[in-house]
């Protein structure tokens, strides 16, 4: 290994690693089945308090044998957790499951009509169930976002492309092709008006090819409005897609849709802590490397090199 650059792939693509990764990961299915099923009884057993001094002391017990994270880790992913899924525990336990989609189709749609100068308080393509749910729709508006980009930066090359030499930076801070080429058609036909009238070919074969240039300036300008009209609809029509969607689930399926995210989010914050300590060990190995990675020939080798040179500038002032 030449550069500590190598370490992290090392130890992500370690086979000891990902055997101890997807160890935790399926004790951690394991504990979920077990008692998942207390915490889908909230709406008839009502005893929230119970389940959450299940979750918290049964999650370290069943994790802590695997020896990947300690006990406060492994605390704070679990008690971490539950804070963040409180507001939504709270709605299951009088609402149901139907009721926290509900919370989180509210939520999304307020989040989409927020005011774009302030903000919504999150992403609402973002949130764990339009990820879900709207994967191939959210697809689609990806697609015609990028597509937006893309037009419009070949939109802005095409303005500033065919500057003259001799242009100063003002002039070129300023220049747009298409405007001067839409100039020049606009003079080339006041200058040949009568021409024009009486259909020269020799004059109308010019105009044409001046606005040829404009051709495919005009198309990118069509291709744009056509992305920017197809992300608009799409993201207009965004909120109420995602409530037929969910709206045609039945109750067991949404029973079974809220428990699959809620384990979704146990398992990101499981997976964060694992990355924190693998990050600590990465850290702690480009450490050793800085200081150790020159062996100790190298270092007789290069302090000798120096002795040398510091003998011989002595002896040239005198000094030795």
Not at 7 to 30: F, H, K, M, N, Y
Not at 42 to 68: G, H, M, Q, S, Y
Not at 166 to 182: I, Q
């Amino acid at each position: 290994m030449t550069d500590h650059s190598a370490i992290r792939p090392l130890i992500e693509s370690d086979a000891g690693v990902q055997a101890r990764v997807q160890s935790l990961r399926q004790a951690l299915a394991t504990w979920w089945t077990t008692h998942a099923p207390h915490l889908a009884d909230l709406p008839k057993r009502r005893d929230l308090n119970a389940v959450r001094t299940e979750f918290l002391n049964t999650f370290v017990t069943a994790l802590l044998p695997l020896d990947t994270l300690d006990r406060f880790k492994l605390a704070g992913v679990i008690a971490t957790w539950w804070t963040d899924t409180l507001p939504d525990f709270k709605t299951l336990l009088e609402n149901g499951f139907p009721g926290v989609i509900d919370g989180w189709v509210d939520a999304i749609a307020d989040a989409v009509e927020d005011d774009e100068t302030a903000g919504p308080a999150f992403d609402p393509f973002g949130h764990k169930l339009v990820r879900h749910t709207m994967t191939d729709y959210l697809e689609r508006i990806a697609t015609a976002k990028a597509d937006i980009v893309r037009f419009k930066g070949e939109k802005e090359a095409f303005e500033q492309s065919n500057a003259p030499d001799d242009s100063d930076e003002e002039e070129l801070e300023n220049w747009n092709y298409a405007k001067d080429l839409a100039r020049q058609i606009k003079e080339f036909k006041a200058e040949n008006k009568e021409l024009l009238k009486k259909k020269v070919k020799v004059i109308l074969d010019q105009l044409a090819a001046i606005e040829s240039e404009l051709v495919p300036y005009e198309q990118l300008k069509a291709q744009l409005a056509e992305a920017r009209t197809r992300y608009r609809k799409l993201t207009n029509a965004f909120v109420d897609e995602l409530k037929n969607r969910c709206g045609g689930l039945s109750e067991n399926e949404k029973r079974a849709l809220v428990l699959e995210l809620f384990a979704q989010d146990v398992q990101t914050g499981l997976d964060a802590a694992v990355s924190e300590k693998q990050q600590d060990l990465i850290d702690f190995l480009t450490n050793l490397w800085d200081k150790y990675r020159m062996s100790l020939t190298q270092v007789s080798e290069c302090r000798g090199g120096t002795q040398a040179v510091l003998d011989r500038t002595l002896k040239e002032i005198g000094y030795a």
